[in-house]
């Protein structure tokens, strides 16, 4: 277990994953009922832009040093609202990243309940000293697929799990696989987002032939390309599948992406797409 997310955080992957995990959230806020958020793999809650993990990479300009201080066009900024929000409350200075848990936090309710689990010790030393002391919240210094087995369907019925693993396995497309099909038995209403990365195009094609088996009937994916992707070299191209989508997130990241894929292509190439592969 080597991955650690300090070197990436802030880049444009991170940028996709916690654009449309914070429009879930402000979707699952306009009901009043209470819902969980179950992250399984949860990582350090807060990163340092200018410590020396994330310098080391340099991924952050690329990605929120672009958006810092730029402005998209009305529409694209009325979509990316609760992202940009966050930020600006969680870390005004730019200087600090804040990772799904911290965003996740800001976004609960009095009545809503998170879950955050993370196998690495250290990491999990570090998430339970980065988050403000809140009674809504477990963190678990667990395997996060066990965690999504356990914890599914939570007490609320309503929520979200997300899904964020680091990739540093063959297997992880096909254990992703599997377990979305076991979540669509055992709670076929809940929201699951996966994150992945996209270097192997014949892998993220066996993974969307089994995610449209997996039983969901509805399931959309949005992919973000910052360049021509390679299986070798750095990340330049991922995706998130999200079952049970929340109506009218597809149309919004339909209206952002052209916008941002623009604004974080590396070399003007970009790439973006928002299909389902179950349901409308
Ligand atoms: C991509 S990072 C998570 C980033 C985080 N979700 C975010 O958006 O800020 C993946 C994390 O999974 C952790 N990890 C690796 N294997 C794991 C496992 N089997 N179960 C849970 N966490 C794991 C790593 O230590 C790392 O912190």
Not at 11 to 30: C, E, G, P, T, Y
Not at 123 to 132: A, D, G
Not at 144 to 172: C, H, M, N, S
Request: net charge neutral; charged share 25%.
């Amino acid at each position: 277990m080597n991955y650690r997310h300090s070197f990436h955080a802030g880049n444009f992957a991170d940028i996709l994953k916690h654009v449309a995990l914070m429009r879930v959230l402000a979707h699952l806020r306009l009901k009043e009922t209470p819902f969980r958020v179950i992250d399984t793999h949860a990582g350090a809650g807060m990163y340092d832009l200018k410590g020396d993990e994330a310098s080391r990479t340099g991924e952050w300009i690329e990605g929120i040093g672009r958006l810092q201080g730029k402005r998209l066009s009305a529409a694209a900024e009325a979509i990316l609202a609760p992202y940009r929000e966050a930020l600006a409350a969680l870390a005004p200075s730019g200087e600090i990243y804040p990772g799904s848990p911290a965003l996740i936090q800001h976004a609960l309710r009095a009545e809503d309940r998170a879950s955050f689990n993370e196998l690495h010790p250290e990491t999990c030393k570090l998430l339970r000293r980065s988050l403000p002391r809140d009674e809504r919240l477990v963190i678990n210094e667990i395997d996060g697929y066990t965690a999504w087995k356990a914890q599914v369907p939570p007490r609320e019925r309503r929520g979200l799990v997300l899904i964020d693993p680091p990739f540093e396995k063959d297997d992880e497309f096909a254990r992703m696989a599997d377990y979305t099909r076991e979540m669509a038995r055992k709670w076929p209403t809940g929201i699951a987002m996966l994150w992945y990365p996209i270097k192997n195009a014949r892998a993220v094609g066996r993974f969307e032939e089994a995610l449209q088996t997996s039983g969901f009937a509805k399931l959309m994916i949005a992919e973000l390309h910052v360049d021509n992707s390679a299986e070798v070299g750095p990340l330049a191209a991922c995706g998130i599948a999200i079952a049970n989508p929340p109506w009218k997130l597809a149309e919004e990241l339909t209206t952002l992406l052209p916008e941002l894929s623009g604004l974080l292509a590396r070399r003007k190439v970009a790439r973006w797409r928002v299909d389902w592969l179950a349901g409308p």
